[in-house]
T-cell receptor, first 114, second 116 residues
Framework: AQSVTQPDIHITVSEGASLELRCNYS??????LFWYVQSPGQGLQLLLK??????LVQGIKGFEAEFKRSQSSFNLRKPSVHWSDAAEYFC????????????FGKGTMLLVSP | GAVVSQHPSRVICKSGTSVKIECRSL??????MFWYRQFPKKSLMLMAT?????????EQGVEKDKFLINHASLTLSTLTVTSAHPEDSSFYIC????????????FGQGTRLTVV
């Protein structure tokens, strides 16, 4: 069965500093990988996704993620964090069977300090 | 981008009553919708997959008689929590599959259910 691990429950970053959120997955074949952001009391918004091709994926709001098969990782990065980026971030994996197989990590809460 | 609207955003109900949550795809047709439950400090857990015009497929451990799902049209799926109990209090989120050639799952804003 596929699974997703987000090792950091919460991370605090200073505004303007760089950010990296870690995500490791377990899946036997080539996974479909996603990063979602959830603001308090809100649903999820897709930041970016990887299906195939270039392993460095650009997303919205200045985020990017890199798929590293050898490390089973799909870490999310942003060069300069803004206070509005404070939210919970979820990494997710799906199989080629589609979105019914979407499996989420437990999330990483990002706090942004002034 | 595609919009999914979930209603109500929060609801408080008494134990033993039933609550209906609606999930609408506003600008696209969604043959498939998903219902998730999110516990505090936990990930989203898929409860069921709802396909228009057919019975929902429930995940293991989810009581289908308690969580009634109806997907009567291509733009509307409903989740009814029957005979609600305090342990059913949670954040429920739906997503709808759509987007044409760029198919992806679009999420509603969620419903905070509190059973008192």
């Amino acid at each position: 069965a596929q699974s997703v691990t987000q090792p950091d429950i919460h991370i605090t970053v200073s505004e303007g500093a760089s950010l990296e959120l870690r995500c490791n997955y377990s899946y036997g074949a080539t996974p479909y990988l996603f990063w979602y952001v959830q603001s308090p009391g809100q649903g999820l918004q897709l930041l970016l996704k990887y299906f195939s091709g270039d392993t460095l994926v650009q997303g919205i709001k200045g985020f990017e993620a890199e798929f590293k098969r050898s490390q089973s990782s799909f870490n999310l990065r942003k060069p300069s964090v803004h206070w509005s980026d404070a939210a919970e971030y979820f990494c997710a994996v799906a199989s080629s069977s589609g979105y019914s197989t979407l499996t989420f990590g437990k999330g990483t809460m990002l706090l942004v300090s002034p | 981008g595609a919009v999914v609207s979930q209603h109500p955003s929060r609801v408080i109900c008494k134990s033993g009553t039933s609550v209906k949550i609606e999930c609408r795809s506003l600008d696209f047709q969604a043959t498939t919708m998903f219902w998730y439950r999110q516990f505090p400090k936990k990930s989203l857990m898929l409860m069921a997959t709802s396909n228009e015009g057919s019975k929902a497929t429930y995940e293991q451990g989810v009581e289908k008689d308690k969580f009634l799902i109806n997907h009567a049209s291509l733009t509307l799926s409903t989740l009814t929590v029957t005979s609600a109990h305090p342990e059913d209090s949670s954040f429920y989120i739906c997503s709808a599959l759509g987007g044409g050639v760029r198919t992806e799952a679009f999420f509603g804003q969620g419903t905070r259910l509190t059973v008192v």
